[in-house]
């Protein structure tokens, strides 16, 4: 089993996002990834609608200290975890 490079929370009930992104790492691997290849160190990056972090999170670590992410999430009670995440 491989390690995962990042840890997160979630709803404790949530089955569909949050329960990917704390078995995967993200919430889709391969669009992940995709997202990733757009991103180059120093880019901003906006993610709206961002949940948990699941892409938030792996898109911060590729543009690096020198990039910002913006992370919005309307959702107080998800957004609190996302805060989480990026903590």
Same mark, same amino acid.
């Given at each position: 089993?491989?390690?995962?490079? %990042? ?62 992410? %913006? !992370? ?8 609190? %975890?996302? /805060?989480? /995440?990026? !903590?």
């Amino acid at each position: 089993l491989a390690e995962m490079p %990042h840890y997160f929370v979630a709803p404790a009930f949530d089955i569909n996002v949050g329960n990917a992104v704390r078995q995967l790492g993200t919430f889709d691997l391969g669009q992940s990834y995709a997202l990733q290849t757009l991103c180059r160190s120093g880019d901003v990056v906006i993610d709206v609608g961002a949940n948990v972090g699941g892409f938030t999170v792996p898109l911060a670590e590729r543009v690096g200290p020198e990039g910002e992410v %913006h !992370a919005f999430e309307p959702f107080r009670k998800v957004f609190q %975890h996302l /805060n989480a /995440n990026v !903590a």
